[in-house]
């Protein structure tokens, strides 16, 4: 499949966004806590993963703003051991890199106000005076250009290899644009976009989803490789 230019106001890097303009990083979908879910024997440490991932974005992008788009938390009902400890590295390492941080709570986020005391949201407008972002589980109230959101964790299948991938497209018939991040946790396997249409995703802004472009990062080079939208997609991968 042939990668195709498309031209966007931002910029993608490992599973988040940055927004010039705005000078934000945002990010969903960290589902602190998942790890001790699992039923792995030895599971991966996601609190470390997630902070020394984080770490590397905030030197890269120097961002004056960190947007974490809703599900900081996986559980819904508790807070597992560590998991306090790791939001507060998170939040250290934020500050100490001199950007503020702020939360716009997903439907995972039951329990944020235990262990982040911090600033929240449903909405955040950004500086662009073009940009929302919110986690995406629901129609947001405020109005924009374009709207950032997490929720439904897309991945894509490319010559039977499973990846993580971004979408962008149009979200209405308005033109109202939406971005649409993959998990930020290495342990999300991401919902498999490839055969989906508007009614099989959780969050109600993808109404079209045959427009929607996916792009995927190549871990390796850094590169970002934008491919045409869903609907054309279909019929080559």
Not at 127 to 134: F, I, L, M, Q, Y
Request: aromatic share 6%.
């Amino acid at each position: 499949m042939t990668a195709v230019d498309v031209d966007v106001p931002f910029l993608l890097y490992d599973r988040a966004v940055f927004v010039p303009a705005a000078e934000t990083l945002v990010l969903a979908d960290t589902h602190l806590g998942k790890a001790a879910a699992s039923r792995v024997d030895v599971p991966l440490d996601d609190g470390t993963d997630t902070l020394e991932r984080l770490e590397g974005l905030l030197a890269d992008t120097e961002p004056a703003t960190v947007v974490i788009a809703g599900d900081l938390l996986h559980s819904f009902s508790r807070i597992p051991r560590g998991v306090e400890r790791d939001v507060d590295r998170l939040v250290d390492a934020v500050d100490g890199a001199g950007a503020d941080l702020l939360v716009t709570p997903g439907n995972h986020d039951t329990m944020l106000e235990t262990v982040f005391d911090g600033e929240t949201t449903a909405e955040y407008a950004l500086s662009d005076g073009e940009t929302v972002v919110c986690h995406g589980h629901a129609q947001p109230e405020a109005a924009a250009d374009r709207y950032i959101v997490g929720h439904d964790h897309p991945a894509i299948s490319i010559d039977g290899r499973k990846r993580p991938c971004f979408l962008y497209g149009p979200a209405t018939d308005d033109g109202t644009d939406v971005l649409l991040l993959p998990a930020f946790t290495s342990l999300a396997a991401g919902s498999t976009v490839n055969g989906k249409d508007g009614s099989d995703f959780q969050t109600p802004l993808v109404r079209n989803a045959d427009a929607f472009h996916p792009a995927v990062r190549d871990d390796s080079s850094g590169e970002v490789l934008w491919f045409p939208p869903l609907g054309a997609c279909r019929r080559l991968l």
